[in-house]
């Protein structure tokens, strides 16, 4: 085995090579979506790298590699989160990952961006640091990928080939022939990672960020009616609610307006979407 304990780096994919619906709608990074009032999706995962001290001894320096087509992460400060530009539809996830890998030893922890995890970081690096494998990959206790993984940086550098490389599809099999590859897999009392790709996904997060209560989340710069009723909503800074509305289950980006007494549920509407 070539992998060495050290966890040299904490690598987020936060970019997006074809923008879903949500995204268009919020005209931001995943990064950038707020949990709560307060604390973005980016600073969730500030916070989890701060835990990681407990079992590291000290927070791993942190990348965050977006497409060149994305929105760069405002909720990322300069000094805490270094932002990488790499253009994954030519590179491909495992070309990102083998280009990071330059310059670092030990291992590299990669995870997706856009995701809520429901356990807690340094738990979850414990147990792929148990594995002691050059990869070692978490999923859902159905072996559902999580998106959560340890990767030899020395391994990546290795890799044979250029150009467009996938990681699961091509990359893999490759480490999997001359080095060790192994999968933890979570227990059966719910998922630990919730992916948040589309609205449905977003919302779902949210309701477990907020432990199933009933949520509206309003950002300054919002326009929101006192007489409207948010259920399960987001509204962000830029979009508008009048009188009378009732938002249920939806996003509200940038440029979106509900008008008075409209009934609007189940959409994620904004200037772009």
Not at 42 to 65: C, D, H, I, K, N
Not at 140 to 154: I, R
Not at 162 to 186: H, N, S, T, W
Not at 224 to 247: E, K
């Amino acid at each position: 085995m070539e992998a060495a304990g050290v966890v040299g780096r904490l690598l987020l994919f936060a970019g997006a090579v074809r923008p879903t619906p949500l995204l268009r709608a919020a005209g931001r990074n995943v990064l950038d979506l707020p949990m709560s009032a307060d604390r973005t999706i980016g600073q969730q995962w500030l916070a989890a790298r701060e835990e990681l001290s407990t079992l590291l001894g000290a927070p791993p320096p942190l990348s965050v590699l977006i497409d060149r087509k994305s929105a760069p992460p405002r909720s990322m400060p300069e000094d805490q989160a270094s932002i990488q530009p790499d253009d994954v539809a030519f590179l491909g996830t495992g070309g990102v990952l083998r280009a990071a890998a330059e310059g670092l030893t030990g291992m590299m922890l990669v995870a997706t961006g856009g995701s809520l995890l429901t356990r807690p970081l340094p738990e979850l690096l414990g147990r792929l640091m148990d594995l002691n494998a050059d990869v070692a990959l978490l999923a859902e206790h159905d072996g559902t990928p999580t998106g959560l993984m340890l990767v030899s940086a020395e391994v990546m550098r290795r890799l044979p080939g250029a150009g467009y490389m996938d990681f699961k599809e091509q990359c893999l099999p490759k480490i999997a022939d001359r080095y060790q590859v192994r999968v933890a897999f979570a227990a059966d009392h719910g998922r630990v990672c919730l992916p948040i790709r589309d609205r449905e996904q977003y919302l779902e997060a949210l309701a477990h960020h907020h432990a199933g209560r009933p949520f509206a989340i309003v950002e300054e710069g919002a326009r929101v009616s006192p007489s409207a009723r948010l259920l399960d909503a987001v509204v962000l800074a830029g979009a508008q609610v009048g009188p009378n509305c009732v938002v249920a289950r939806s996003v509200l980006g940038p440029g979106a307006v509900v008008g008075s007494r409209a009934v609007l549920t189940d959409r994620a509407l904004g200037a772009s979407a």
